[in-house]
């Protein structure tokens, strides 16, 4: 599955046009990515632990986290997104359960995060917290209503 994310991730940021015919399969697509982050973001949480970092279920969700990223800077996928019930609070809920995690004792998610190893720089998580403000600042690019709700 994570194999399968990362190549759909290279064919969303290829800068070549989506054709037409093309536009409402990746709204499809898109919807169907976004209802698994949905019902997948709470598993990140398990890179607290230290022992984690190959948890599949956690590595799947950031890298549909990245997909979503993707498409949101297309305008084609971004309205399409912007408009999904629950999206952007999934996206808010697990920020804020990341931002706690990393208040709570010291792991990946620590904001004063002290890098010691090179085993912790290329941890799948790391940058996590920034793609979902990306993600975040995304669904609100010129939407009042998701915008009045963060």
């Given amino acids: ?27 499809s697509h898109a919807a169907f990515l976004a209802g698994c982050f949905q019902e997948k973001c709470g598993a990140v949480l398990r890179f607290t632990a230290a022992a984690a970092a190959e948890d599949e279920e956690a590595l799947v969700t950031v890298r549909l ?10 305008p084609a996928q971004l309205e399409h997104l912007q408009a999904l019930p629950g999206l952007l609070q999934a996206a808010l809920d ?39 403000i990306r993600l975040i600042g995304n669904l609100c690019y010129k939407n009042k209503e998701n915008q009045d709700k963060v």
């Fill in 1 to 27: 599955r994570v194999t399968l994310l990362e190549l759909l991730l290279g064919k969303v940021s290829e800068q070549s046009p989506v054709p037409s015919t093309e536009l409402s399969l990746w709204g």
């Fill in 94 to 132: 697990t920020l804020r359960l990341t931002h706690l995690a990393g208040k709570q004792a010291v792991n990946v998610f620590t904001a004063t995060h002290a890098v010691t190893g090179q085993e912790e720089i290329s941890h799948p998580a790391v940058g996590f917290k920034s793609h979902l």
């Fill in 65 to 74: 986290l990245d997909v979503l990223c993707e498409m949101t800077s297309h």
